[in-house]
Nanobody, 116 residues
Framework: QVQLVESGGGLVQAGGSLRLSCALS????????MGWYRQAPGKQRELVAD???????NYADSVKGRFTLSRDNAKNTVYLQMNNLKPEDTAVYYC??????????WGQGTQVTVSS
């Protein structure tokens, strides 16, 4: 059974930084494409960034140049480094994993709050 455990959320002032981590257990991490999504109150869940099993990354336009997604296959973990955070980045952030077909696996979510 694949499990995703997220950590690293919190409260930060605008312009600050946070690093989110997502650890996968129960399967072979290197096979999975990984991603981060976020959902703000009253809004739909949206893709923030994702990374293929080969390490290619993709970012939402709203976070390009500020967020960096990376993976460490030795630690079964992906990291989302978030710099220059803005109040509009406030949301619950969810980790996602898949191997190109259903099912997709989701973490429990971690709250990121950016104060102005």
């Amino acid at each position: 059974q694949v499990q995703l455990v997220e950590s690293g959320g919190g409260l930060v002032q605008a312009g600050g930084s946070l690093r989110l981590s997502c650890a996968l257990s129960g399967s072979i991490f290197s096979r999975y494409a990984m991603g981060w999504y976020r959902q703000a109150p009253g809004k739909q869940r949206e893709l923030v960034a994702d990374i293929t099993s080969g390490g290619s990354t993709n970012y939402a336009d709203s976070v390009k140049g500020r967020f960096t997604l990376s993976r460490d296959n030795a630690k079964n973990t992906v990291y989302l480094q978030m710099n220059n955070l803005k109040p509009e980045d406030t949301a619950v952030y969810y980790c996602n994993a898949h191997i190109g077909r259903p099912p997709h696996y989701w973490g429990q979510g971690t709250q990121v709050t950016v104060s102005s």
